[in-house]
């Protein structure tokens, strides 16, 4: 069985490579143009980036589940508990990005959750820093090995998983390396001030927005690179 585990034929060009560079680009130039419009596109609640986010992981989440259901053609029964967790991190991201409708609906906080939560707001991830920043770090640090380093490893010793193999399913392959590394790069004037003490741009644009919009489309790749292998699988077979 022969699939290309290189660029994935079935994604067009256009999602993978030029969205991930030309949204960046938008939201520079908008800032360039006019910092307070970009800040309001980024920082703004129900912005353009944070609504982004959530419609990137609507697909992701569907398709995650229609990939568990074609689960008996992964190599290992855990590849398809793994391809389930996935889909359940992209719902858990997506509800907790938008505060489970909250922030859509505009309903009042319960008491119970207003009293732990510190943006007195229907989610879990501002009660504590484990549901918060150690699951990002967490994330940014999947992407970066497994979006970054090892593709790029993996391409300079020319090695190539064949499905056979669990490797080939479960690392990302080279439709997520651009997601990846905007990921990491958006990040990088925040990494700047806090560990160097040194200003990138004079104003804060809420960095960690645009990471979590870059988050959601390499979760988005991941998914949709398997789920597209998956189908090859199901033709060929």
Request: charged fraction near 20%; charge should be neutral.
């Amino acid at each position: 069985m022969q699939i290309d585990n290189k660029f994935d034929s079935g994604i067009p060009v256009w999602l993978w490579l030029w969205f991930p560079v030309l949204f960046l680009v938008f939201i520079v130039l908008a800032a360039l143009y006019d910092f307070k419009l970009a800040q309001n596109m980024v920082a703004r609640e129900n912005n353009l980036v944070e609504l982004g986010t959530v419609i990137l992981l609507i697909p992701a989440i569907v398709i995650g589940f229609r990939s568990y259901k074609l689960r008996r053609l992964l190599p290992e029964s855990w590849l398809g508990v793994w391809v389930l967790l996935t889909a359940l991190a992209c719902l858990y991201f997506a509800g907790e990005e938008i505060s489970w409708g909250q922030q859509l609906f505009k309903w009042e906080t319960p008491e119970s959750i207003n009293t732990i939560n510190d943006q007195n707001e229907t989610n879990l991830h501002n009660t504590s820093s484990w549901l918060d920043q150690k699951p990002r770090l967490l994330l940014e640090i999947c992407v970066l090995i497994g979006g970054i380093v090892l593709p790029v490893w993996r391409y300079c010793r020319k090695i190539d998983y064949s499905p056979k193999h669990w490797q080939y399913w479960f690392w990302p392959v080279a439709v997520c390396f651009p997601a990846a590394v905007l990921t990491i790069l958006v990040k990088l004037p925040e990494r700047l001030k806090d560990f160097f003490d040194y200003l990138l741009f004079e104003n804060n644009l809420r960095y960690s927005e645009l990471q979590e919009f870059y988050f959601a489309l390499f979760l988005f790749l991941y998914i949709y690179s398997i789920y597209k292998r998956l189908l090859i699988c199901k033709t060929i077979q």
